[in-house]
């Protein structure tokens, strides 16, 4: 049976892309939870929301996948995993010139996961904040923006990174964001997906 959010991600043209590659196949879930408005909303492969609703940091949970057959080979246990959460913007500032692309919103790094949590974890407010959280923006005119909530497996022992290696946190240091090179760099391994797409409070569409 198709994966949704696999399926998702093909439609809109987000897999494979310059995060995301063609043979993705993720470990973990993401449940991505914004609960700090009139209209609180828990986004699953592309749920629109709009600006109001995404004002401050969501609730973040991960859950491990169980292998998809018992022919999957499965990476050994191990006591503690340590990844990395990214949110980036690919259409900023307008999907039709996405000329600062990716648009760093949040980055986390040194998020510890038990090896063999079966239930959901709660991942808010954990690891080392590298980039603090900068609530979607789209103009009203602009159309959906698709968002990437990322979460990468870090190498064994976790990272050790500063602030400055992402770059800065003011507004127009987080355009075009070098995610391929910084992933590469620090020997990241994208493990689990999920995205939204945000709009102004004024857009009309669908």
Same mark, same amino acid.
């Given at each position: 049976? @198709?994966?949704?959010?696999?399926?998702?991600?093909?439609?809109?043209?987000?897999?494979?892309?310059?995060?995301?590659?063609?043979?993705?196949?993720?470990?973990?879930?993401?449940?991505?939870?914004?609960?700090?408005?009139?209209?609180?909303?828990?986004?699953?492969?592309?749920?629109?929301?709009?600006?109001?609703?995404?004002?401050?940091?969501?609730?973040?949970?991960?859950?491990?996948?169980?292998?998809?057959?018992?022919?999957?080979?499965?990476?050994?246990?191990?006591?503690?995993?340590?990844?990395?959460?990214?949110?980036?913007?690919?259409? @900023?500032?307008?999907?039709?010139?996405?000329?600062?692309?990716?648009?760093?919103?949040?980055?986390?790094?040194?998020?510890?996961?038990?090896?063999?949590?079966? @239930?959901?974890?709660?991942?808010?407010?954990?690891? #080392?904040?590298?980039?603090?959280?900068?609530?979607?923006?789209?103009?009203?005119?602009?159309?959906?923006?698709?968002?990437?909530?990322?979460?990468?497996?870090?190498?064994?022992?976790?990272?050790?990174?500063?602030?400055?290696?992402?770059?800065?946190?003011?507004?127009?240091?987080?355009?075009?964001?070098?995610?391929?090179?910084?992933?590469? #760099?620090?020997?990241?391994?994208?493990?689990?997906?999920?995205?939204?797409?945000?709009?102004?409070?004024?857009?009309?569409?669908?």
């Amino acid at each position: 049976m @198709a994966n949704p959010l696999l399926a998702s991600l093909r439609a809109t043209h987000l897999l494979p892309s310059a995060v995301i590659p063609a043979d993705f196949n993720p470990m973990f879930t993401l449940t991505v939870h914004f609960p700090a408005s009139n209209t609180p909303v828990t986004v699953s492969n592309g749920t629109l929301v709009r600006v109001n609703q995404v004002r401050e940091a969501p609730i973040i949970s991960v859950t491990r996948l169980a292998p998809a057959s018992s022919d999957t080979p499965t990476e050994s246990p191990k006591a503690e995993q340590k990844v990395t959460l990214m949110l980036l913007d690919p259409d @900023a500032p307008t999907p039709d010139d996405p000329k600062f692309a990716y648009w760093r919103h949040w980055v986390v790094s040194n998020i510890s996961l038990p090896g063999n949590q079966a @239930a959901a974890h709660e991942i808010t407010g954990t690891g #080392r904040t590298l980039t603090e959280y900068l609530a979607p923006g789209p103009k009203d005119e602009s159309g959906p923006h698709r968002y990437l909530f990322l979460l990468f497996l870090e190498s064994d022992g976790g990272l050790v990174l500063e602030k400055g290696d992402v770059g800065g946190e003011a507004f127009v240091d987080r355009r075009s964001f070098g995610v391929e090179a910084f992933v590469e #760099r620090c020997g990241l391994r994208l493990v689990a997906v999920e995205w939204m797409r945000g709009v102004g409070d004024g857009w009309v569409g669908e």
